[in-house]
C-alpha cells in the first residue's frame, strides 16, 4: 500500500470555547446559565470544558447543548496546532453514480459526495461535539484528545450501517491556535491529529488547502457548506448530511450587517469570512463544518463554522474562520513539529 493511502491526516475545525455545535456563540463561563450542579460540575459548552483541562460527561439538559464538565483544581489549559497539503484533494466522491442513485436535488448531499466532512465525538459516550474536515499529513502536542474521536466516512447518522461503512479513530493531540479570542472569536480554529492513519476510500478523503489568494473570495462567489445541523433556525436536525450552497460576502457589508446585531462598536475579525443568503446558512449542530469553493475541478475549504445570528435570516451572514489566513501559522507548526520529531 503507497504511503499516500495512508498518511496520519489531521483534522480541522472550529476551536469552539463557546458552541463547537452550532452558529450561536458568545458564552460567558461565568454567566448565571452556567450553573453548578450536585456532581461538582459545571454546565459549560464542550470546548469551553475541555481547553480548560477539565472532562466532559454528558449534556446538561435534553434541549441544552452544553455538558456537565468537571475542572480539578490545577487544571492547566489547553494551547496550540496545525498541518499541510497535497496535489490530490478536494475531489468530490461519485459514489451515488457507482451505485446507481441519482443526484438528490432536496438539499441533501449524496452519498460520499463530500469525503472530507468528519464527525468529532466525546468518549464514551458518543456525544456529538462538532464537524470537522480531513486535511492531511503529520503534526501534534497537548494532552486532552483521549476523551475525543473522530468519525468519517458518516452519511446518515440514524442508522449504523451503511452501504460504505465509517471509519472511527481515535485522537491522540488536540491544538488550539495560541491566539484564539474568545470573545471576538479570533483565530477560532484547532488541529487535531490521530493515533493511527486513516486510508483513502471512495468516502474518506481529504480537502484542498488554499494559499493567500489561491481562491477567489470575492463577494457573490457561490460555495458550500456542509453539516448535520438543523435544517432551519426553528427546524430538526438532518440526520443525513446536508448540503446548501451560500455565496461569500464582501467583509464591510458583512460587518455594517453584523452592527445591526452587535453594535456599532462590532469588528469583524480578519481571520474571519461571511457568507450566506435568506434561507441559505449554516445552522445549530453545523459548527466546525467546512465551507468549500471549486476552481477547476477541486474542492478548496476557504472557512470552518463559526458563528451567526440565528440561520438564514435576512442580510445576516454566517461567519466562518477564514482558512487561508492560517497558511502560514499551519506550514511554520508542521516545520516546527518535524524538526522536534527528528
Same mark, same amino acid.
Given at each position: 500500500?503507497?504511503?499516500?493511502?495512508?498518511?496520519?491526516?489531521?483534522?480541522?475545525? #472550529?476551536?469552539?470555547?463557546?458552541?463547537?455545535?452550532?452558529?450561536?456563540?458568545?458564552?460567558?463561563?461565568?454567566?448565571?446559565?452556567?450553573? %453548578?450542579?450536585?456532581?461538582?460540575?459545571?454546565?459549560?459548552?464542550?470546548?469551553?470544558?475541555?481547553?480548560?483541562?477539565?472532562?466532559?460527561?454528558?449534556?446538561?439538559?435534553?434541549?441544552?447543548?452544553?455538558?456537565?464538565?468537571?475542572?480539578?483544581?490545577?487544571?492547566?489549559?489547553?494551547?496550540?496546532?496545525?498541518?499541510?497539503?497535497?496535489?490530490?484533494?478536494?475531489?468530490?466522491?461519485?459514489?451515488? $453514480?457507482?451505485?446507481?442513485?441519482?443526484?438528490?436535488?432536496?438539499?441533501?448531499?449524496?452519498?460520499?459526495?463530500?469525503?472530507?466532512?468528519?464527525? #468529532?465525538?466525546?468518549?464514551?459516550?458518543?456525544?456529538?461535539?462538532?464537524?470537522? +474536515?480531513?486535511?492531511?499529513?503529520?503534526?501534534?502536542?497537548?494532552?486532552?484528545?483521549?476523551?475525543? /474521536?473522530?468519525?468519517?466516512?458518516?452519511?446518515? #447518522?440514524?442508522?449504523?450501517?451503511?452501504?460504505?461503512?465509517?471509519?472511527?479513530?481515535?485522537?491522540?493531540?488536540?491544538?488550539?491556535?495560541?491566539?484564539?479570542?474568545?470573545?471576538?472569536? $479570533?483565530?477560532?480554529?484547532?488541529?487535531?491529529?490521530?493515533?493511527?492513519?486513516?486510508?483513502?476510500?471512495? %468516502?474518506?478523503?481529504?480537502?484542498?488547502?488554499?494559499?493567500?489568494?489561491?481562491? +477567489?473570495?470575492?463577494?457573490?462567489?457561490?460555495?458550500?457548506?456542509?453539516?448535520?445541523?438543523?435544517?432551519?433556525?426553528?427546524?430538526?436536525?438532518?440526520?443525513?448530511?446536508?448540503?446548501?450552497?451560500?455565496?461569500?460576502?464582501?467583509?464591510? /457589508?458583512?460587518?455594517? $450587517?453584523? /452592527?445591526?446585531?452587535?453594535?456599532?462598536?462590532?469588528?469583524?475579525?480578519?481571520?474571519?469570512?461571511?457568507?450566506?443568503?435568506?434561507?441559505?446558512?449554516?445552522?445549530?449542530?453545523?459548527?466546525?463544518?467546512?465551507?468549500?469553493?471549486?476552481?477547476?475541478?477541486?474542492?478548496?475549504?476557504?472557512?470552518?463554522? +463559526?458563528?451567526?445570528?440565528?440561520?438564514?435570516?435576512?442580510?445576516?451572514?454566517?461567519?466562518?474562520?477564514?482558512? +487561508? $489566513?492560517?497558511?502560514?501559522?499551519?506550514?511554520?507548526?508542521?516545520?516546527?513539529?518535524?524538526?522536534?520529531?527528528?
Amino acid at each position: 500500500m503507497a504511503r499516500d493511502n495512508w498518511m496520519r491526516w489531521l483534522l480541522l475545525l #472550529v476551536a469552539y470555547v463557546t458552541i463547537c455545535n452550532g452558529q450561536q456563540n458568545h458564552v460567558d463561563l461565568h454567566d448565571d446559565d452556567h450553573n %453548578h450542579n450536585p456532581m461538582g460540575c459545571d454546565c459549560m459548552e464542550y470546548w469551553a470544558c475541555i481547553t480548560s483541562g477539565g472532562s466532559a460527561y454528558s449534556y446538561c439538559g435534553n434541549m441544552d447543548q452544553s455538558v456537565c464538565c468537571y475542572v480539578p483544581r490545577g487544571a492547566r489549559p489547553i494551547g496550540l496546532l496545525p498541518v499541510l497539503n497535497k496535489s490530490k484533494c478536494g475531489r468530490k466522491g461519485n459514489v451515488a $453514480a457507482a451505485v446507481g442513485d441519482r443526484k438528490r436535488s432536496d438539499g441533501l448531499a449524496d452519498l460520499g459526495e463530500w469525503p472530507w466532512h468528519a464527525a #468529532v465525538l466525546e468518549k464514551p459516550q458518543d456525544l456529538y461535539v462538532c464537524g470537522a +474536515s480531513l486535511l492531511d499529513e503529520s503534526l501534534a502536542s497537548g494532552n486532552i484528545s483521549s476523551v475525543l /474521536k473522530v468519525r468519517l466516512g458518516e452519511y446518515d #447518522v440514524s442508522v449504523t450501517t451503511e452501504q460504505l461503512a465509517y471509519e472511527e479513530l481515535d485522537v491522540s493531540h488536540v491544538m488550539v491556535h495560541p491566539q484564539f479570542n474568545n470573545l471576538s472569536l $479570533a483565530n477560532d480554529i484547532a488541529l487535531l491529529r490521530f493515533v493511527q492513519p486513516a486510508r483513502r476510500r471512495p %468516502h474518506i478523503d481529504v480537502v484542498c488547502m488554499p494559499h493567500p489568494g489561491q481562491v +477567489s473570495e470575492t463577494e457573490g462567489t457561490r460555495c458550500v457548506v456542509t453539516g448535520w445541523g438543523r435544517k432551519l433556525e426553528d427546524g430538526t436536525h438532518s440526520v443525513i448530511l446536508k448540503e446548501i450552497e451560500v455565496p461569500l460576502w464582501d467583509d464591510a /457589508k458583512c460587518q455594517a $450587517a453584523l /452592527k445591526t446585531q452587535f453594535g456599532p462598536n462590532f469588528v469583524l475579525p480578519s481571520t474571519s469570512i461571511c457568507a450566506g443568503a435568506e434561507g441559505r446558512d449554516a445552522c445549530d449542530g453545523d459548527g466546525g463544518g467546512p465551507l468549500v469553493c471549486e476552481k477547476e475541478g477541486q474542492w478548496f475549504q476557504v472557512g470552518v463554522v +463559526s458563528f451567526g445570528i440565528g440561520c438564514g435570516r435576512t442580510n445576516l451572514p454566517g461567519v466562518y474562520t477564514r482558512l +487561508s $489566513a492560517f497558511d502560514g501559522w499551519i506550514h511554520e507548526t508542521i516545520r516546527s513539529f518535524k524538526t522536534l520529531s527528528g
